[in-house]
Nanobody, 124 residues
Framework: QVQLVESGGGLVQAGGSLRLSCTLSGHTFTSYAMAWFRRAPGKEREFVAAIRWSGGGTFYADSVKGRFTISRDNTKSAANLQMNNLQPEDTAVYYC?????????????????WGQGTQVTVSS
């Protein structure tokens, strides 16, 4: 079955950068739209960014537009999230998600597979 494994979380000061990576195994990576969501303490899971399975179209939440970049490396079956100019409000557990032949939706219920999450903490 499809498995997603995230890496790259950690602690960073405000204004710093982190790069998250998500590796998909168990199926053909190139058939999946990939996305990142996050859940801050006491809040619902929210959309961060997504990339289509084909064509490379990308989508971002307004709160991260211009600071975060999602990309995919099909040779490594990985989706990456480059996060720059991090702020304390970006502190959350970040989850990778995959949707077969997806168009890069921002809806949680569109995604069939989820990683275990990785913690990102931004200090002020």
């Amino acid at each position: 079955q499809v498995q997603l494994v995230e890496s790259g979380g950690g602690l960073v000061q405000a204004g710093g950068s982190l790069r998250l990576s998500c590796t998909l195994s168990g199926h053909t990576f190139t058939s999946y739209a990939m996305a990142w969501f996050r859940r801050a303490p006491g809040k619902e899971r929210e959309f961060v960014a997504a990339i289509r399975w084909s064509g490379g179209g990308t989508f971002y939440a307004d709160s991260v537009k211009g600071r975060f970049t999602i990309s995919r490396d099909n040779t490594k079956s990985a989706a990456n999230l480059q996060m720059n100019n991090l702020q304390p409000e970006d502190t959350a557990v970040y989850y990778c998600a995959a949707n077969l032949y997806g168009v890069g939706s921002s809806r949680v219920d569109e995604y069939d597979h989820w990683g275990q999450g990785t913690q990102v903490t931004v200090s002020s």
